[in-house]
């Protein structure tokens, strides 16, 4: 989840490590959200939440438990605070992901009352920035600084993981970055490299991980191939990488757009040259207006521009249409194969109703949408067929086509 205001793995390098594992539910209805080798470890679960995938962790002295929703866009760990507004409502919504009381830690340290952070989909938080005891898997962190939300939008807390760059305090505060959790598993030696691997697992799964510090070859189909982090003016704010090539089946996607590059247009290897975020906190993936158009005309998908999403009939899932079974995304050279069963997701609405098109046929989700004047994303519907290392301190990402449903975890 981008903020508003956002200005080699080398495993050799890489001694200690932490895993931390991932687990999902079943979505309802994913398009609102969006408006090294094997040493010690550290492993913590994901679990998903419509799509959105969270860890399991706690804060403070007595600890209280939090389930923090993993977010490679932002840079800020935050939890609500339960007197909030919108903890303090009816239904007690917080509750499910737990809330953090500063004066009822005796290891709780102010820092200052500048944190306030907003994300592109209008929600946000705004507090305090402390530190305290954070526990995380089986690591403890005596004094990690985050941020309380006094104010917020958001039911659950955010663990931001990108670069500490794109923090809050820098952003808006103009102060100097802070360790964030990355980068305080370095300082503290749990970790010897500011580096992480992200498993999310296939749409069925209930699990995944995110290992820092390392890579599990368990979990991708060889080679594992880097890529340089886009740079505005030789600085690293986000993970962005250029895509190269879109191809639904064997025919290639976008060839005619007005992304061509121009000097590689009369290759019909490498017709685009875009810049894309991987982001963990967009449950869908946004790609140019052009480019979606025309997948949702060869795929039979109906755009809905109230929910800027389009729905797609649930049986393409099993019986795609002809020649239109995977997309494959390619980066120079890592190509990341996404099964179409992958890109259509089962749809619920609040009111417990699964939606039908006009003749009946039950209507399920489609995991692409336009970005319109939007950053492109490459969201959860894209990284769960990624095997992705988040290299910060080479300023790298390493893509694999990852292997769903392997059952070997990093022992502790």
């Known amino acids: 989840m981008k903020p508003v205001s956002l200005l080699a793995i080398a495993a050799a390098l890489i001694q200690r490590v932490t895993v931390l594992e991932t687990q999902r539910r079943a979505p309802r209805n994913p398009a609102h959200r969006d408006k090294l080798r094997k040493r010690a470890t550290l492993e913590v679960g994901l679990d998903n939440e419509e799509t959105l995938y969270f860890i399991n962790g706690t804060i403070g002295t007595p600890p209280r438990p939090v389930r923090l929703h993993i977010d490679t866009g932002s840079s800020d760990l935050w939890v609500n605070t339960p007197a909030s507004k919108l903890c303090a409502s009816g239904g007690n919504p917080c509750a499910y992901a737990g809330t953090y009381e500063a004066n009822s830690s005796s290891t709780y340290e102010y820092i200052a009352s500048n944190f306030n952070i907003s994300y592109v989909d209008g929600s946000g938080a705004t507090g305090d920035y402390v530190a305290d005891t954070v526990s995380i898997g089986n690591q403890r962190l005596n004094r990690l600084q985050f941020g309380i939300g006094y104010s917020s939008t958001n039911a ?80 690293h704010g986000e993970f962005i990488i250029t895509l190269t090539n ?5 025919r290639t996607i976008g060839r005619n757009s007005d992304l061509v590059n121009p000097a590689a247009a009369g290759n019909i290897n490498n017709p685009l040259a875009l810049a894309v975020l991987l982001d963990t906190g967009s449950s869908l993936t946004y790609l140019p207006d052009d480019l979606v158009s025309e997948l949702y005309t060869l795929l039979g998908a109906v755009y809905n521009a109230t929910a800027n999403a389009a729905y797609i009939a649930c049986s393409a899932a099993r019986n795609p249409p002809p020649n239109a079974s995977h997309l494959t995304f390619t980066f120079s050279a890592p190509a990341i194969r996404v099964p179409l069963d992958e890109l259509v997701l089962d749809l619920v609405t609040s009111a417990g109703v699964r939606p039908t098109f006009a003749d009946g046929t039950p209507a399920c989700l489609f995991g692409i949408a336009p970005a319109g004047a939007g950053t492109y994303v490459l969201g959860d519907t894209f990284l769960r067929s990624a095997y992705v290392v988040y290299d910060l301190e080479n300023h790298e990402i390493a893509l694999a086509p990852t292997l769903f449903n392997t059952s070997t975890f990093l022992a502790a």
């Open 156 to 235: 659950q807390g955010i663990l931001g993981v990108g670069y500490p760059l794109n923090e809050v305090q820098v952003n808006r505060a103009r102060l100097a970055p802070y360790s964030n959790l990355p980068a305080q598993l370095v300082a503290e030696g749990v970790i010897q490299s500011n580096a992480y691997s992200l498993w999310l697992n296939d749409l069925d799964a209930n699990t995944g991980n995110i290992l820092f510090g390392g890579v599990d070859a368990d979990k991708y189909i060889p080679p594992l191939q880097s890529l340089p982090i886009e740079s505005t003016t030789g600085v």
């Open 246 to 250: 879109l191809h639904l089946g064997n």
